[in-house]
């Protein structure tokens, strides 16, 4: 299993454009997730599905949005780029959203606006 | 509101020796507290989780505390090594309602082990 997986690695944005990031997981988990990491941060949450077709808010949503149209991909979309969402941006998930079920990590991807 | 915290932002230490990694979280209505391991440039990945009902777990070199009177939680990582340097974090996961497996994290140990 490659786990999941998450592009691009790295992008520069100007102030304005638009870009889908990318993630995949092929555990056949239900629940997938989208955090933020701000230097020298903890990681928030962004929005979260709990499967295809269902997607949910989470602590910092404003400035994207996401799709589930399969079990498989959870593209993290931003329509209109600003500086504040410089950060790295990881994909996770897992089989439950049970409290005690582990969640699986990409390797994220750094954003930079400008 | 509600947030996971830690102590000491930073800890170095020699390799062999043991190491302590501090948090402190608000929700005394978690349910299961988790940290996890960051190196530089990858994803977090787990390490070890507690639920609330314990008072101790441990793993393979590591061991995490939980005091629910003061809110503390500790990760306890034994003969550190230098495969250990990476940031740790803990995170909360309050289950009660519609929680899916939504976690707080805290932010984040810079543990560096010296050789």
């Known amino acids: 299993n490659a786990g999941v997986t998450q592009t691009p690695k790295f992008r520069i944005l100007k102030i304005g454009q638009s870009m889908t990031l990318q993630c995949a997981q092929d555990?056949?988990?239900?629940?997938m997730y989208w955090y933020r990491q701000d230097p020298g941060m903890g990681l928030k949450l962004i929005y979260y599905?709990?499967?295809?077709?269902?997607?949910d808010k989470g602590e910092v949503p404003n400035g994207y949005n996401v799709s589930r149209s399969t079990t498989e991909d959870f593209p993290l979309r931003l329509e209109l780029a600003a500086p504040s969402q410089t950060s790295v941006y990881f994909c996770?998930?897992?089989?439950?959203?049970?409290?005690?079920?582990?969640?699986?990590f990409g390797p994220g991807t750094r954003l930079t606006v400008l | 509101g509600e947030s996971v915290g830690l102590h000491l932002p930073t800890l170095s230490v020699q390799e062999g020796d043991n190491s302590i990694i501090n948090c402190a979280y608000s929700?005394?209505?978690?349910?299961?507290f988790i940290w996890y391991k960051q190196e530089s440039g990858k994803g977090p990945q787990f390490i070890i989780d507690?639920?609330?009902?314990?008072d101790k777990r441990q793993g393979q070199r590591v061991t995490v505390l939980l005091n629910k009177t003061v809110k503390h939680l500790s990760l306890q990582i034994a003969a550190t090594q230098p495969g250990d340097s990476a940031v740790y974090f803990c995170?909360?996961?309050?289950?009660?309602?519609?929680?899916?497996?939504?976690?707080?994290f805290g932010q984040g140990t810079i543990l560096t082990v010296h050789p």
């Open positions: 599905s709990v499967g295809a077709g269902i997607t």
């Open positions: 929700n005394s209505a978690s349910d299961y």
């Open positions: 507690i639920r609330s009902n314990m």
């Open positions: 555990m056949n988990h239900n629940y």
């Open positions: 995170a909360e996961n309050y289950a009660g309602g519609t929680s899916y497996g939504k976690l707080t």
């Open positions: 996770a998930s897992s089989y439950s959203g049970a409290a005690h079920n582990e969640q699986f």
